[in-house]
């Protein structure tokens, strides 16, 4: 078996240096040391660049809110700020302490395409349910969900109004088959990050089948007037496109650069165009995009982020200011209330939502989220960040505890990914992201089923594969 040793300092197959540097001269020894030196720094960039770049999101995040256009009317900025600062310094510091772990390929063997081509099938006979779960239409034929994707295209507030009433009675109208995908659900996400991060090894019968269900996916995101399915696309796909080649990191050319630039305002512009439909449609038309009702602000149009812009474009910018960074106000009022243990289920709406069958009355109700609502502050329609979701269950020194968690396995599913190609945590990485880009936001991971369910059944197999393939080198 072989030895452990750190990724950080890669041992060199087919270098005669590398073989037995003691029994070298001095100038040997040290044109080996440069070698290992240089390895050291390329390897360290490519292990420590996600975490650089989400240190970076979250503080853009939180100057978002602290100094953007909306006056959020905090009444314990000392209490929010340290605990924000400390959320940060423990996910660095999780990750910063995982980071010289050995990666490890994975003792379970997939035949990936079989794997792929069985998620596939299993999406495409659930595209009802998953339609329905989506828009809340019940019985919608073919005619009718293409008319509901050409709505959405060019109205698609109107689309998420309709979908808000539609999901009022949805839960009444559930069937054995709505079930019946929860088991699937694991398998049904495996398709889309196996089989982008293997393009090249998929059989052309894969490639479209996976084109067509993207084209699917997004299409009954678009039906149901919702910029999440559109987000998560254009936020994951360029990261899976990168994790195939991290290497890329470290020879980027100008022209890859420019293209990589040109490629992503592209896909922000296509992604801001559709939110400010989305968002100035929603209830009629009628929203007023310049005031916060569960604040009680308005956005103050002379800030210098609102100043220098069109008047067309001022609307739009500050009702995406505040959808970035709203949930740290709902963190500042649920630092305030006391602690009330939720029995590990009021993180998530999904398992709060199993939880029902079982007691009288809803846990939900005592969470952080739903507390604040008397402050005027809807658990349902706005943003609460992570941190009330998890504390919740945790408490809030608990949670800086699982932020410190989130950041050791996010670096060892990276290190798993980038190194050594383990399968398992390839199709760990695109959830791992999904949670650390909606920190601002929610638990979005495992507050709902489509998500919670693959998570809960991929990380237990991943560790058990990692057991089993200690001391496998990638």
């Known amino acids: 078996m072989a030895a452990e040793s750190s990724p950080l300092y890669p041992s060199m197959p087919g270098n005669s240096l590398a073989a037995n540097p003691l029994a070298l001269d001095g100038a040997l020894q040290r044109a080996w040391a440069q070698q290992r030196r240089a390895a050291w720094q390329r390897t360290q960039k490519i292990a420590m660049y996600p975490m650089i770049f989400f240190q970076f999101y979250l503080a853009i995040s939180v100057a978002v809110f602290a100094f953007g256009p909306w006056p959020w009317p905090v009444t314990n900025p000392l209490e929010l700020y340290t605990f924000l600062l400390l959320a940060h310094v423990c996910l660095y510091l999780g990750y910063r302490t ?63 109004d309709e979908k808000i009433v539609n999901n009022a009675t ?25 089989g982008i991060f293997f393009w090249k090894q998929m059989p052309i019968f894969h490639k479209t089948g996976l084109v067509v269900w993207l084209m699917v996916d997004i299409s009954m995101w678009i039906a149901s007037g919702t910029n999440k399915g559109i987000a998560d696309l254009v936020l994951l796909l360029p990261c899976l496109l990168i994790a195939r080649k991290p290497d890329l990191f470290l020879r980027f050319k100008s ?23 989305g968002m100035s449609g929603r209830s009629g038309g009628s929203r007023d995009q310049f005031f916060e009702p569960g604040a009680a602000i308005s956005a103050d149009t002379e800030s210098v982020s609102l100043r220098y812009l069109p008047v067309a474009m001022q ?6 200011a505040s959808y970035f960074s709203q949930g740290y106000y709902a963190l500042s009022l649920s630092l305030h209330e006391p602690f009330v243990f939720c029995y590990g289920v009021g993180n998530s709406y999904f398992l709060e939502g199993l939880s029902r069958h079982l007691v009288v009355s809803p846990i939900g109700d005592d969470t952080y989220p739903a507390r604040i609502e008397l402050s005027g502050w809807d658990r349902n329609g706005k ?11 945790l408490s809030f020194p608990g949670t800086l505890v699982f932020m410190f968690f989130l950041g050791r396995i996010f670096a060892v599913v990276w290190l798993d990914v980038a190194f050594a ?28 089923s489509t998500a919670a369910l693959p998570l809960l059944t991929l990380v237990p197999l991943w560790l058990i594969s990692r057991v089993r393939a200690r001391g496998i080198t990638a």
């Open 170 to 194: 949805l839960s009444e109208q559930s069937t054995i088959y709505d079930y019946l995908v929860l088991p699937f659900l694991p398998l049904m996400y495996l398709a889309f990050p196996l």
């Open 315 to 320: 609307g739009s910018l500050a009702s995406f």
């Open 255 to 277: 022209r890859d650069v420019v293209l990589i630039l040109v490629l992503g305002l592209v896909g922000l512009v296509g992604l801001f165009t559709f939110f400010s439909l």
């Open 383 to 393: 943003w609460h960040s992570i941190y009330p979701w998890i504390a919740s269950d």
């Open 98 to 160: 995982a980071i010289t772990r050995q990666p490890r390929a994975s003792s379970i063997k997939l035949r990936i395409p079989m794997v792929v081509a069985a998620s596939l099938i299993c999406n495409f006979v659930f595209v009802p349910v998953t339609y329905k779960t989506r828009t809340g239409a019940t019985n919608a034929g073919v005619g009718t969900a293409v008319e509901a994707v050409g709505t959405g295209l060019t109205d698609p507030g109107a689309q998420y």
């Open 421 to 448: 190609r383990n399968p398992i945590a390839v199709c760990l990485f695109p959830l791992i992201l999904t949670m650390m880009i909606y920190i601002p936001a929610n638990n979005q991971v495992l507050g709902f």
